[in-house]
């Protein structure tokens, strides 16, 4: 398109010079406002309520700018119930059968002075899109209106009154307390993980694409569902099998509307009682003691069906370099032991018996119906669709924002710091090169979902455990010595030099530069890997350079972590990290009246204010001015003749 072309479709957009000199102040007066506060969180791992719970509090935002703007009007009881109310008013108008037009003014008073002071950084026409479309004319009236107006508190009065007559004050209160809700945090990173561990991975993915602001940073447990949607296998199996193991198998199915009726049938029919494989029992879920039996059996039959086809997958790409995994064609049957790097080990629990020892990958007829018909009811399951295309959209290897660089596992290095050259299809990758050409390869599996054995999608299982894969970070994944052999010496991952590294302010100041992030303000930002707070460690490594925020907010990791997650805020003055305590539900926090409160620190101040200007979106909106003012300059010299 020749210039002309491009400032005439341009042109198009505004009526005329005088929107065009409206927009450019505008947005001049955009650039000079303090940045909105990001908010970092990763291994969701399906923990649905405590990530909404999370969601609502603002990582704790909203109960510190309440006692910020009430500081000494309001008791500190007070203003707890008051942050309760905004998290859930729902719910606590619930609890209540009536309330006074007295506490309903006083209460609208209160969420309007509380949004109009977490809008402030904000110009007026993002506050009006936060707005609930219901009441935007009349909660903009109320939030602009001047304080010293006469007849205030009669015009108050007289619109609760309305409000209540019309029966719709409530939902006035609930709507305002979620348009605070999302003005605390303006954009939400998830640093990878999603998936798998709890029970409610639907549900998290309905947050965020319901959520006004949010990129992914995909992690090695998004990987294999995105994997499995794209058509693999073997990914389907593995994140079936862990579903099993973590007993939320029927909960996938009822979510995801999947036909497992086939691996169940299979199971029962082929499987015996085996207590190895006796799924975990978590508080809080009724148990039937047959459907812990049959799970038993499906959990059995799905391991055989993954180490089947993880082994066809390595044959078929000898050019992955997976072949230490190929452990079924070291087992000697008969004695029940298998050979690992020339050494015999024991063999206990095996569920062996529908493998045929002279073929151990391959699969029977019946196996392979019952895989092509859980991978036709995957991918065709309409809202796993819209979850999958949602995470492939919004998702990513990695991301540079705001001057930091987000990624959910590792960059590969050797042990002396230099970064791990690995060999795709012929061409040796390292550092940035390596996640680029990783996310290229894994969006290619996506175009072609009916193939299923082609190297895009083969390339999901490298990612999800391949020894120098960014996502993985291990030198092997010991799945089969942790179900069938005994002694843990043979459990061991050896993780990639890089989470020794990682604490060397050099090494990640290398990385940065890698990415073209050399300012002082530049971090690395990981998940992937809990952070044992019990034990001592730090979240903050490499003198401030790197923060790893997998705190354990899913439950399988708080007997490690000690806590319950943790999450990074980043806002116009700096860095806070916030240490989450568990939660156990909404009806439990309400009836305390008060919240179990995370602890925050300041952990990276900045000496100036960082502005809009200094942002990614900053720096699109100086694209936008440059436009329109090569726009303006653009009429000046060849006014358009068909102007409105």
Not at 368 to 392: D, I, T
Not at 395 to 424: A, D, W
Request: aromatic share 12%; net charge neutral.
């Amino acid at each position: 398109m020749n210039a002309k072309n491009y400032y005439e479709l341009l042109y198009k957009e505004f009526q005329c010079k005088e929107d065009i000199y409206t927009e450019l102040i505008n947005l001049e007066a955009i650039l000079n406002l303090p940045k909105g506060t990001e908010h970092y969180i990763s291994d969701l791992h399906g923990e649905a309520a405590a990530f909404a719970h999370i969601l609502k509090n603002g990582a704790g935002n909203i109960r510190e700018k309440l006692f910020i703007l009430f500081d000494g009007r309001k008791k500190p009881e007070y203003l707890e119930q008051l942050a309760l109310f905004i998290y859930y008013p729902k719910e606590s108008l619930a609890r209540k059968t009536s309330f006074s037009t007295t506490w309903y003014t006083t209460r609208l008073s209160e969420l309007i002075e509380f949004t109009k002071f977490c809008a402030n950084k904000y110009s007026r026409s993002k506050l009006r899109k936060a707005l609930p479309q219901s009441f935007s004319y009349l909660l903009e009236e109320l939030i602009y209106r001047r304080e010293e107006e006469e007849y205030k508190e009669l015009y108050d009065k007289v619109i609760i009154n309305k409000l209540i007559q019309l029966g719709q004050i409530d939902q006035l209160l609930i709507a305002l307390c979620q348009t605070i809700q999302r003005l605390v945090v303006d954009h939400l990173h998830v640093v990878g993980d999603i998936f798998d561990r709890g029970a409610a991975a639907d549900q998290v993915m309905d947050l965020l694409i319901n959520h006004h602001s949010v990129d992914i940073q995909w992690g090695n447990h998004d990987i294999i569902w995105l994997g499995a949607f794209a058509g693999s296998a073997v990914c389907l199996m593995n994140l079936l099998r862990i579903a099993a193991r973590y007993n939320y198998l029927y909960e996938i199915e009822d979510s995801y509307g999947l036909n497992l009726r086939p691996l169940f049938s299979y199971g029962e029919k082929h499987y015996q009682k085996n207590p190895a494989f006796t799924p975990s029992i978590h508080q809080n879920k009724a148990y039937d003691f047959e459907d812990l039996q049959s799970l038993e059996k499906v959990h059995q039959a799905l391991t055989i069906l993954q180490f089947k086809l993880e082994g066809q997958l390595i044959k078929r790409r000898p050019d992955l370099q997976l072949d230490n995994r190929l452990l079924l064609e070291q087992v000697d049957f008969a004695n029940q032991r298998v050979r690992i790097d020339n050494q015999w080990y024991p063999l206990t629990n095996t569920c062996f018996q529908t493998i045929d020892p002279t073929s151990p990958y391959e699969l029977t007829k019946e196996e392979e119906r019952v895989v092509n018909a859980l991978l036709a009811s995957f991918q065709s399951s309409e809202k796993m669709s819209k979850h999958m295309n949602f995470l492939a959209q919004k998702g990513s290897m990695y991301l540079r924002y705001n001057g930091q660089l987000l990624f959910h596992g590792c960059l590969p290095l050797s042990t002396t710091g230099e970064f791990q050259s690995v060999k795709i299809k012929g061409q040796h990758y390292a550092g940035k090169e390596l996640l680029d050409v990783m996310e290229q390869i894994l969006r290619q599996g996506l175009q072609n979902p009916q193939s299923h054995t082609d190297f895009a999608t083969d390339f999901y299982w490298y990612a999800w455990c391949g020894r120098f894969s960014p996502l993985f970070g291990k030198d092997k994944m010991t799945t089969f010595e942790r179900y069938f052999i005994d002694d843990v010496t043979t459990h061991q991952e050896v993780k990639n030099p890089y989470y020794q590294l990682r604490n060397q302010k050099a090494i990640c100041e290398m990385i940065l530069e890698t990415f073209g992030l050399t300012h002082d303000n530049a971090h690395i930002i990981n998940g992937h890997t809990p952070v044992k707070a019990e034990a001592g460690e730090s979240p903050i490594k490499a003198e401030g350079k790197l923060f790893v925020i997998d705190g354990g907010l899913s439950k399988a990791y708080q007997k490690t972590t000690g806590i319950a997650g943790y999450t990074l805020l980043y806002n116009s003055i700096g860095f806070q990290i916030v240490t989450h305590q568990p939660f156990t539900s909404v009806a439990d926090v309400l009836t305390r009246q008060k919240e179990d409160l995370g602890v925050k620190h300041v952990v990276d101040k900045i000496p100036h204010k960082t502005l809009i200007r200094d942002t990614t979106i900053g720096r699109r909106l100086l694209r936008q001015i440059n436009d329109l003012e090569h726009l303006l300059a653009y009429l000046e010299a060849e006014p358009l003749k068909n102007t409105m």
